[in-house]
């Protein structure tokens, strides 16, 4: 109905069909995993009179990890057991990306020359480009997406490709796979957080003239507008989208370079290659960064709690939907009909959104029991982060989609939301008439609950009950408390209008929220006009503002704050600083 807010141009060709299939979005890795099988009775390593057979690494079948400790055959179940391929070749775009940054670390320090380390970056391009095209063929061996791309790496460019692993390990290049890989992610989510509290505050900004009853206890309570319900979860996810920024400046931090456990033995300079990389800093114990995983748990976390406020906005619109309520019409794009009652239209996104977040909250208990039993630096426990990591974040990207689809596409009905308002919720109004004529509060509370029984037991609305009757409960009652006209004490908009403090449900107050939240949802749009601001405040006072700038983080950059002093007779002075990422 909004128009400019419809997804159906930007959201993923059919995602609600996706979202709600048994297939889904959030694919079952370990469905995936356990379909991924070798040939029978394939041999993974050749081994001859003097042991392995290790003359050509690119030969089919030859696993990487595997060294000349060991000369039996691996059993094909191990194989199995052991790889991670099926769900970690996702990250293939980041495990060449540092691959190339590598290379060319390993280039600075002497252990390649420029020729080998142009033929491995461009061989790397080249396996990436099989990616891109979908044309990279996996084969027996291809232990993770590691041992994949070495192996498809060393086919092309022949045995140089044996040195790209010269001073790293698995250990510090998964963790540095994963952070990029989730760094990328956190920022598209992000945006979509964004995109849904944008949502949320355009609707709140055109729809502030509709009121409906507050809810606690799930009892009518008070009126409000639904400007200010739809607020209430832009506030949660603005919380969510701070939460996102805080862990994105931890996962922001590079463990490669550091090698299984100790260190890297060839002197590689880690703070150009996260420079190179685009990281903001190097994670300074190598022991430590071979084997932390807060960063996953942190945005498992994360994501738990935006899942719980899905959750609950969700079951606050399927409630709003339903024939008891009728307050919302939910669009056909985000319903589902009844395979016997054909009358049915059924809220299944957003039943979903609700059932899908114990799903997440699942994967991070999960997790934290995983990683709490592990002894320091690397275990192969930790392969098990990736399944529920990328279980999350897919989960979590429907969900964000969906919710912004469900809301930006409903249509709330006035009448309905009008007609379930009710004078007793304008009790609590009463008792603050007393209060402004000097009551005691809790005296005013009591009386107020004698006003609405002398109704009952009168059997009339309150409304209908004079100032002569009020004052029969109390003597400071006034006329104007009977008033039922426009503004007076039984007319919802001036009830609501009452509440003019900061957070509350007024129009002004509903404008405030609206200004600050816009300031989340459109950025570039908010630091305009700050710029503007400043110059023409530059223009008043006679100073000469030439830059500013918002201290935040983007990351691989470091921010920068601008600081500006005015000082009598138009003269300034500027100092350009660099802000300590934590600011």
């Known amino acids: 109905p909004l128009g400019p807010m ?8 059919h995602l609600l069909q996706r979202f709600i299939s048994s297939a889904g979005t959030a694919v079952s890795l370990r469905a995936s995993a356990r379909a991924w099988t070798f040939p029978a009775g394939k041999r993974m390593m050749s081994t001859g009179k003097d042991g392995p057979d290790v003359s050509s690494v690119s030969s089919v079948g030859f696993r990487l990890s595997r060294s000349g400790r060991f000369s039996g055959e691996t059993d094909p179940l191990m194989e199995q057991f052991n790889a991670s391929f099926p769900y970690d070749k996702r990250m293939w775009r980041q495990d060449l990306q540092g691959s190339i940054a590598y290379a060319a670390a390993l280039g600075r320090c002497g252990l390649l020359q420029k020729e080998e380390v142009e033929s491995l970056q461009n061989g790397l391009r080249a396996v990436e480009k099989e990616w891109e095209a979908g044309k990279f063929e996996a084969k027996p061996g291809d232990e993770d997406i590691h041992t994949a791309n070495e192996r498809r790496l060393t086919e092309i460019v022949g045995s140089v490709g044996g040195k790209l692993h010269t001073g790293r390990s698995r250990n510090d ?11 990328d992610e956190i920022t598209e989510l992000i945006k979509h957080m964004k995109d849904l509290i944008a949502t949320a505050v355009t609707r709140a900004e055109a729809e502030q003239d509709l009121l409906l009853p507050g809810y606690t206890h799930l009892q009518r309570a008070q009126p409000i507008r639904w400007s200010h319900w739809l607020l209430c979860y832009a506030w949660q996810w603005k919380r969510d989208v701070a939460r996102l920024e805080s862990v994105l400046s931890r996962v922001n931090m590079m463990p490669l370079g550091v090698g299984a456990l100790s260190g890297h033995p060839f002197g590689i300079d880690r703070h150009l290659l996260a420079k190179d990389l685009h990281f903001d800093a190097i994670i300074q114990n190598s022991l430590d960064a071979v084997g932390d995983r807060d960063f996953i748990i942190e945005f498992l976390f994360s994501s738990s709690m935006i899942m719980v406020h899905f959750s609950r906005f969700a079951e606050d619109l399927i409630l709003y939907s339903s ?3 009728s307050f919302v019409s939910l669009a056909d794009a985000y319903s589902t009909g009844s395979s016997l009652m054909p009358q049915k239209k059924n809220p299944d996104a957003l039943e979903l959104l609700r059932g899908k977040s114990g799903r997440v909250i699942g994967q991070t208990v999960g997790l934290l029991t995983t990683v709490k039993g592990t002894p320091s630096t690397y275990n192969k ?13 897919d989960t979590l990207k429907a969900c964000s989609q969906i919710a912004n689809g469900v809301l930006s596409t409903l249509t709330p009905n006035k009448e309905k939301m009008l007609a379930a308002l009710d004078l007793p919720m304008l009790a609590t109004d009463l008792s603050d008439h007393l209060v402004r004529k000097g009551v005691p509060f809790r005296e005013a509370h009591h009386v107020a609950g004698a006003v609405v029984k002398l109704a009952e037991d009168r059997g009339c609305t309150l409304d209908k009950l004079s100032a002569d009757d009020l004052r029969t409960t109390h003597p400071s009652f006034s006329d104007d408390a009977a008033s039922s006209g426009p503004g007076g004490m039984w007319d919802y908009e001036a009830a609501v209008e009452r509440r003019q403090t900061d957070g509350g449900t007024s129009r002004a107050a509903v404008g405030k929220q609206i200004a600050e939240l816009k300031a989340v949802a459109e950025p570039e749009r908010v630091r305009a006009a700050s710029s503007e601001r400043a110059q023409q405040e530059g223009v008043r006072t006679g100073a000469r503002v030439t830059r500013v700038t918002t201290l935040g983080r983007d990351h691989g950059t470091r921010p920068e704050l601008l600081v500006l002093r005015v000082v009598p007779r138009c003269q300034y002075r500027a100092r350009k600083c660099s802000a300590p990422p934590e600011s």
């Not at 419809?6 to 060709?13: D, E, F, G, L, T």
């Not at 426990?381 to 974040?393: G, T, V």
């Open 173 to 183: 290049q998964v963790a540095t796979d994963v952070r990029m890989w989730l760094r």
């Open 381 to 393: 426990d930790l392969q098990e982060d990736k399944e529920p990591l990328f279980d999350a974040a």
């Open 323 to 325: 024939t008891e309520f």
């Open 6 to 13: 419809s997804v159906a141009a930007r959201a993923p060709k």
